[in-house]
């Protein structure tokens, strides 16, 4: 029989037998004290063990006590995030057999968005248990979907979560690196382009930095509906300023500042002089005091003979 605990804890000892002459002395281990911790499970196992649903919590507790251990060595052995998936299944599990598992979600204001893109990224399941869907970290996870400006996630005991997004809208389309995208008025890309008729009439936007300063563009041409019509598309040249790409081939540069101005002007231009239906090239609005046109090679060669024939009329000569 063993000797009992005395009363500090420790075990007596039995006299360690002298080592057999020829072999190294060994020192005796020394016992470690017990943790209160662990004399406190102890007594606890031991007076549970003693009844027949005693028994059963006993072995829940040693299960309990054995997970820990498990789960020491897991955060030791780096993987807490496969760790994490399985308690939290474990966990929905015992949910489910009390009653609370997810029967019904119910998802409004999605349209770009489908139901199956939403719960995925909600990580809702078919074995979800309502107990353990943290609704503020459901509602980041949807925030990071790039169509989805903001979410609310509503749960109701014991098997209902209503989920409520709000889209962002297609606002222009952005070309940049060969790629086209669909950006938010904040710059946000969105989705790729496709030939889908909803994004037909969006204004066209170029180059790097382009969808941070859309809204910029966007809104000055929105003011001078007539101009914005012949406008192909705009070009942010060196992030500082817009050049237009008109519909009929023509260039528009316009000034880093006072771009609003530039564009009045330009219409004023086009009312009295119908400027942009002629055959030029290039209309340059950055110098302040005047505008500057470059004609097409065509309208160049022609301009040039009509000069000459002028100053040799002038002269008397033969034509």
């Keep these: 029989m063993r000797p009992r605990p005395g009363n500090g804890g420790r075990s007596a000892q039995r006299p360690v037998p002298a080592p057999p ?6 020192l005796p281990l020394e016992p470690r004290p017990a943790s209160r911790t662990a004399i406190l499970l102890r007594r606890l196992t031991v007076r549970l063990g003693s009844t027949r649903l005693g028994r059963r919590s006993a072995s829940l507790l040693a299960l309990a006590v054995v997970g820990g251990f498990s789960v020491y060595g897991i955060v030791l052995g780096g993987h807490v995030e496969a760790a994490k998936e399985i308690g939290l299944d474990v966990a ?9 598992k997810v029967k019904e979600v119910n998802i409004s204001g999605h349209n770009h968005v489908t139901p199956a893109e939403i719960l995925e990224a909600a990580g809702i399941k078919s074995s979800t248990s309502i107990l353990f869907v943290n609704a503020d970290e459901t509602r980041a996870r949807l925030e990071q979907l790039p169509w989805i400006q903001s979410a609310s996630v509503r749960k109701f005991y014991p098997d209902r979560i209503d989920i409520s997004i709000a889209e962002r809208q297609a606002f222009a389309l952005w070309q940049s690196g060969g790629e086209i995208r669909v950006i938010a008025r904040d710059g946000t890309p969105i989705a790729p382009y496709s ?7 969006l204004p066209i936007v170029v180059g790097e930095g382009a969808e941070k300063r859309v809204g910029d563009i966007v809104d000055a041409l929105a003011r001078l509906p007539a101009l914005r019509d012949q406008v192909r598309a705009a070009i942010l040249v060196a ?3 817009w050049t237009l790409k008109m519909r009929n081939g023509i260039d528009v540069r316009l000034p880093e500042t006072g771009m609003d101005e530039a564009l009045v002007a330009l219409m004023d231009l086009d009312r009295d002089k119908k ?13 302040p005091d005047r505008v500057v046109v470059r004609l097409s090679d065509a309208a160049a060669d022609a301009r040039a003979q009509m000069l000459k024939a002028r100053a040799k009329a002038k002269k008397g000569g033969p034509a």
Aim: aromatic fraction near 6%.
């Design 195 to 201: 030939d889908d008729s909803r994004y037909l009439q």
């Design 92 to 100: 929905d599990a015992a949910g489910n057999v009390a009653g609370f």
């Design 275 to 287: 400027l942009l239906s002629r055959d030029i090239t290039i209309i340059d609005l950055r110098l």
């Design 21 to 26: 002459p020829g072999r190294h002395k060994r």
């Design 239 to 241: 992030e500082r300023r």
